[in-house]
């Protein structure tokens, strides 16, 4: 569940980690299939509860990964309300879950680092924003005992290389979704293999 970057705006769905992710684990003998990504972008953790948990709940999954919130910072969502929303969001997905750890947290990126970034940051430190979410994010899996991918770091090196950003010059390209999935499927493996 998630916004553009599960729905991996500015790449096409083989490119997309939710994807990429699929078939890696295939290839490792985890049979697993991508049954639903509801995940749109511009959405923030109040759409999620409102539009993608129906979707989730009816999908019936094993096993889940969570990347939400950029949207709730752009569209200045308080700290308690991400919080909030978040710890809703979390109780309803591990509802669902025979296995309660079967749910893999993903950090936000630094959207600040592309050239469009700037455009939504309100005149707010963008980098201190979303860090200041993810450190919600990370309290919250510790909390759960889930595991959480933080791509917040390689995510900032987007600012030094133009071929990781999509042509929106907001997005990441196809290269970053591709190196998010390589930092995801050890985790993922990890979690699934038991």
């Not at 985890?30 to 759409?47: F, H, M, R």
């Amino acid at each position: 569940l998630g916004d553009s970057y599960t729905i991996c705006e500015g790449a096409t769905t083989e490119e997309s980690w939710p994807f990429l992710l699929t078939k890696h684990l295939n290839d490792k003998n985890i049979p697993v299939e991508l049954i639903a990504n509801p995940s749109v972008t511009g959405w923030t953790t109040q759409d999620l509860i409102d539009k993608e948990l129906s979707i989730y709940d009816a999908s019936n999954p094993d096993f889940a990964t969570l990347l939400i919130g950029v949207n709730d910072w752009v569209q200045k969502v308080t700290d308690e309300q991400f919080e909030k929303n978040l710890k809703l969001i979390l109780d309803r997905m591990q509802a669902k879950l025979s296995n309660k750890s079967n749910l893999v947290l993903i950090t936000i990126p630094d959207f600040g680092v592309t050239p469009k970034g700037a455009n939504y940051s309100g005149g707010r430190d963008i980098s201190a924003g979303i860090a200041q979410f993810n450190a919600i994010v990370l309290k919250e899996a510790k909390k759960r005992n889930l595991k959480v991918v933080d791509i917040y770091p390689t995510t900032q090196l987007m600012k030094d290389n133009p071929a990781l950003i999509s042509a929106d010059e907001l997005h990441p390209s196809a290269q970053e979704y591709a190196l998010w999935e390589k930092l995801i499927f050890p985790v993922v493996y990890t979690v699934l293999k038991k």
